[in-house]
């Protein structure tokens, strides 16, 4: 059984439909990239998955789950991360603060977390991976003061905390260093060998590319095409839906 | 100077009073964008249950007031299952009309289900004033400080230094990362209520032998706890204490050195001076408009 599973997912914003009877599957330990144009309903489709917004019509199931519905926050502590193109963080709290906050809901219930100390190594693993990002120094800088590049790092690093089992990322290069692009995709593969499994939308081809075993494209909310990258790169429907049909 | 030194020590007493209940406007709207016009109500319902059990079933002190303060918590519990989450997805308008209304009920309920007279409620501390040189206070205004500011410290602490109050702090800066965070956000909003009303009854019974019990005590207390979190800061706790202390200060102090007659007019000419000056309040952060 696939660890994700959408089953004619849709979306109406009133008369637009942004997602269309889309069927998709991502199994375990794949890397997967979802591409397409400005507007295709990329977002929009991991937007569904997490109930940002509820489907119009479709299901979605999560490790055999069915999930369709759940509250956003009880769909995350199943073990789905998510960033945002729109960077989400607690600009008046510390680098380190958002850290931890990103992974305490995860355990414990909501009386013993305010009794209980214990962190089970929390700060350890928040240490390690702002030190990979090359933000550790900025630890106790508020979130607000960080540069763009510097919160997109953040915001890649909190989603890690928890060590969720599936990943969405969306645009986690876009604004960030060509050197640290790198080490982002480096530290998705090394992850991706320990058992987790990534969704990723991009728009820099390089690095979908590079990182993805298997590319699925959207345009207009339908999927046009699915396959390896080799395959998508000489797909005519998918060069006509980037680059326009001839007349 | 020592009159000086006897206002401020009335005027902090008061002042902190007013800043616990306005302490619960700014826990409620950072949360939950809720602005709750009853909560001077959540004052006055657990000073009758407080004067029902000590003073009616004559149960000793202490067990009354654990009593009361479940009672506000289950109070508060309702108040957000039963009302608050239904109306939260239209908005604030229809949470300030609702709670307006609620409000109403409680009050003229009480006035018709128990009395219209005002009940008296003994001290909870000596009133035997004492005297350090010229200077003559009440042990009960002291005991006041002193007791509200460690409820006040112990919640501080909770919220800075504890992952309860990390996620409640998370939820007041954004419900939506908190949701994406894990965080779940019912939950601590119903949190909030509760704590807000356990507060609320906290304050209740220090000001029941202040300002005695009556039905129509909470527009009062209310009022002036909305005006001290406006004054201060609605979107800081601490601006909330400012507020209330500044209340407190302003009144006691306005009805000493200009007249008794004008004290709530001061308040609310203070009120103005500080919304056309610095409209966030004196601690407040401004926010964007949208």
């Known amino acids: 059984m696939p660890l994700l599973e959408t089953q004619k997912m849709t979306k109406d914003f009133y008369k637009l439909?942004?997602?269309?009877?889309?069927?998709?599957?991502?199994?375990?330990?794949?890397?997967?990239?979802?591409?397409?144009?400005?507007?295709?309903?990329?977002?929009?489709?991991?937007n569904c998955v997490t109930h940002i917004y509820p489907a119009t019509a479709g299901r979605v199931y999560y490790q055999e789950r069915d999930i369709t519905g759940l509250p956003t926050d009880k769909i995350i502590r199943l073990g789905v991360g998510r960033t945002f193109q729109l960077i989400q963080l607690f600009l008046e709290m510390t680098v380190f603060e958002n850290m931890l906050l990103s992974v305490q809901e995860h355990r414990g219930t909501l009386l013993s977390r305010l009794f209980t100390k214990d962190d089970s190594g929390d700060v350890e693993r928040a240490h390690e991976i702002l030190e990979f990002l090359y933000i550790s120094h900025l630890k106790d800088e508020l979130a607000s003061n960080l540069s763009y590049g510097q919160q997109k790092l953040l915001d890649f690093g909190m989603v890690l905390m928890p060590r969720p089992e599936l990943v969405l990322l969306d645009e986690p290069t876009?604004?960030?260093?060509?050197?640290?692009?790198?080490?982002?995709?480096?530290?998705?593969?090394?992850?991706?060998?320990?058992?987790?499994?990534?969704?990723?939308?991009?728009?820099?081809?390089d690095v979908v590319m590079n990182l993805c075993e298997r590319i699925i494209v959207l345009d207009y909310g339908e999927k046009i095409a699915e396959g390896r990258p080799e395959e998508i790169q000489t797909n005519q429907r998918v060069i006509d839906a980037y680059f326009g049909v001839e007349e | 100077m020592a009159n000086f030194i006897q206002l401020l020590i009335g005027g902090v007493s008061m002042?902190?009073?007013?800043?616990?209940?306005?302490?619960?406007?700014v826990l409620l709207w950072q949360t939950s964008q809720t602005i709750n016009f009853g909560q001077g109500e959540l004052v006055m319902v657990p000073m009758f249950l407080m004067v029902a059990l000590h003073i009616v079933l004559k149960i000793p002190f202490w067990p009354s007031f654990?009593?009361?303060?479940?009672?506000?918590?289950?109070?508060?519990?309702?108040?957000?299952?039963?009302?608050?989450r239904k109306l939260l997805p239209g908005g604030v308008l229809v949470i300030v009309i609702a709670t307006l209304g609620l409000s109403g009920f409680l009050r003229y309920g009480m006035q018709i289900a128990w009395t219209p007279q005002t009940l008296f409620f003994p001290h909870l501390f000596s009133t035997k004033p004492i005297e350090l040189g010229d200077i003559i206070f009440?042990?009960?205004?002291?005991?006041?400080?002193?007791?509200?500011?460690?409820?006040?410290?112990?919640?501080?602490?909770?919220?800075?230094?504890?992952k309860l109050g990390m996620a409640m702090q998370a939820v007041a800066q954004s419900r939506e990362t908190a949701e994406l965070m894990g965080i779940n956000v019912r939950h601590i909003i119903t949190l909030v209520f509760v704590l807000n009303s356990v507060l609320a009854g906290t304050a209740a019974?220090?000001?029941?032998?202040?300002?005695?019990?009556?039905?129509?005590?909470?527009?009062?207390?209310?009022?002036?706890?909305?005006?001290a979190a406006i004054i201060g800061g609605f979107n800081q706790i601490r601006g909330a204490l400012v507020g209330g202390l500044t209340v407190g200060l302003a009144e006691t102090f306005a009805a000493a050195y200009i007249t008794t007659a004008y004290r709530d007019a001061f308040v609310m000419i203070l009120l103005l001076v500080v919304l056309l000056i610095k409209p966030e309040g004196?601690?407040?952060i401004k926010e964007e408009a949208y």
């Open chain 2, 138 to 162: 009440s042990p009960e205004d002291i005991w006041n400080i002193v007791l509200i500011s460690v409820i006040i410290i112990v919640l501080h602490l909770c919220i800075k230094r504890t």
């Open chain 2, 15 to 25: 002042g902190i009073l007013y800043g616990v209940v306005a302490i619960g406007f």
């Open chain 1, 174 to 205: 876009s604004g960030v260093e060509m050197e640290m692009r790198g080490r982002i995709m480096d530290y998705i593969r090394e992850l991706n060998k320990q058992g987790q499994t990534f969704v990723v939308i991009e728009h820099n081809m």
């Open chain 1, 17 to 46: 439909r942004a997602v269309s009877q889309l069927d998709f599957q991502v199994e375990r330990g794949e890397i997967v990239a979802v591409i397409g144009p400005n507007g295709s309903g990329k977002s929009t489709f991991f």
């Open chain 2, 282 to 284: 004196i601690v407040g």
């Open chain 2, 66 to 84: 654990v009593l009361t303060l479940l009672g506000s918590g289950i109070m508060g519990y309702l108040f957000e299952r039963l009302m608050i």
């Open chain 2, 205 to 227: 019974v220090f000001a029941a032998p202040i300002f005695f019990v009556r039905y129509d005590i909470g527009i009062f207390l209310g009022v002036k706890a909305f005006v």
